[in-house]
C-alpha cells in the first residue's frame, strides 16, 4: 500500500504503555495471600497503613506507586519503549483509521446522515473498555458500549506467521472490519441483530452472528473501493494480501487448525469462501445496499 503520505487519524488513544496498572493488579493476589498474617502483627499493621497511604498519596498527585514496584519503575503512559517496526505499525493503522473516516463519512453524507468517528485504542496485553477487561488472546474488537476499536498490534505478528496472512493490506482489512461493526452500530443493525436474537437457540443465533460479520467483512471492501478510487493506494498484490486474511480467520479453517471437526453450526464468523466472497462484494460495488447480508438466500 502507498499511505505513508497519507493523512493520520486524530482519532488515536495510545494506550501501549499503561502495563503498570495491570503489573499491579497481578499483584493484588500476592498480597492478599500475606494479608491475614500482616493483620495479626501490630508491626505488620503499622506497614500496611503506612504502605496505604504511600499508595493513595502516590495515586493523589499521579505517581502510580504500585506500577513504579511492580514494572521497574515503568510509569506508563508514554515512557514505554516500542520497536521501530511496532512505531511504524502505529503509524500505518492511525492511516488506514484515517481513510475509513474519509470513506464513511462520504457514504454517510451521501445519504443525509452524520458519520460519528470511532476512537482505536492502542493497547499491550490486556485493556479496559465498555465491554468489560479483555487480553490480546481475543484479538482486535469493537465495544458497541464505548464505540472505541481495540488493537492490540503484536495481532497483526500473528495474523502473518500463525495465519499465513502477511502484508500492509491485509493489516487494514483487520482494521476496516473493526470500522464495519461500528458502522453496523451507527446505522441500528447490531442492535437490531441483538433483538432478534432474544429467546433463539444458540444455532440460531450464530446464523445471525456470521450474517453481521460478515456484512463487517463487505463493509471492509467497501473502504477498500472508495480509497483505492480516491487515492489509488493499492499495490500490486494487496487485494490479494486482504482475501488471504479474510480467508484464513474463516471459522471452517480455523477449526480445522485446531484439530477439530467443521461444525457449521458453531460458526460465528463465516466460512473462509464466505469472508472472501463479501469482502470481494464491499471492494467491487463500494454499496451499503450490496452488504445485505440478512437478507441474501445464499452467503
Keep these: 500500500m502507498r499511505w505513508q503520505d497519507r493523512r493520520r487519524s486524530d482519532n488515536i488513544d495510545d494506550r501501549r504503555g499503561d502495563g503498570p496498572s495491570y503489573a499491579a493488579a497481578g499483584a493484588a493476589p500476592l498480597l492478599l495471600r500475606f494479608l491475614p498474617g500482616l493483620l495479626r502483627s501490630k508491626t505488620g499493621r503499622v506497614l500496611l497503613i503506612g504502605g496505604l497511604l504511600v499508595i493513595f498519596g502516590g495515586r493523589m498527585v499521579g505517581v502510580d506507586v504500585l506500577g513504579l514496584l511492580f514494572a521497574g519503575g515503568q510509569t506508563g503512559s508514554g515512557q514505554a519503549s516500542f520497536s521501530e517496526e511496532e512505531e511504524q505499525l502505529a503509524d500505518f493503522v492511525s492511516v488506514v483509521l484515517a481513510e475509513t473516516e474519509d470513506t464513511w463519512n462520504q457514504v454517510f453524507t451521501a445519504s443525509g446522515q452524520q458519520y460519528r468517528e470511532p476512537t482505536l485504542v492502542l493497547f499491550s496485553g490486556r485493556v479496559n473498555s465498555a465491554c468489560g477487561l479483555a487480553s490480546a488472546a481475543v484479538g482486535p474488537f469493537y465495544c458497541p458500549g464505548d464505540q472505541n476499536l ?21 493489516q487494514a482489512y483487520v482494521v476496516a472490519h473493526e470500522v464495519g461493526h461500528h458502522v453496523q452500530t451507527l446505522l441500528g443493525i447490531s442492535q437490531q441483530v441483538h433483538a432478534a436474537g432474544r429467546g433463539r437457540s444458540k444455532a440460531e443465533v450464530n446464523a445471525l452472528s456470521v450474517r453481521q460479520e460478515l456484512q463487517a467483512d463487505c463493509f471492509a471492501g467497501i473502504w477498500g473501493h472508495f480509497a483505492n478510487r480516491k487515492a489509488q493506494i493499492l499495490d500490486e498484490g494487496d487485494l490479494e494480501e486482504a482475501l488471504r486474511a479474510a480467508s484464513a480467520i474463516g471459522d471452517d479453517r480455523l477449526q480445522r487448525e485446531a484439530g477439530q471437526r467443521v461444525v457449521p453450526d458453531s460458526f460465528t464468523h ?14 467491487e460495488q463500494g454499496s451499503v445496499d450490496a452488504c445485505d447480508t440478512f437478507s441474501a438466500q445464499r452467503l
Aim: aromatic content about 20%; charged content about 25%; glycine content about 12%.
Design 270 to 283: 463465516g466460512t473462509s469462501e464466505q469472508r472472501v466472497h463479501w469482502f470481494r462484494v464491499g471492494f
Design 150 to 170: 481495540y488493537i492490540d498490534l503484536s495481532f497483526f505478528n500473528d495474523l502473518a506467521r500463525r495465519h499465513g496472512a502477511p502484508g500492509d493490506f491485509a
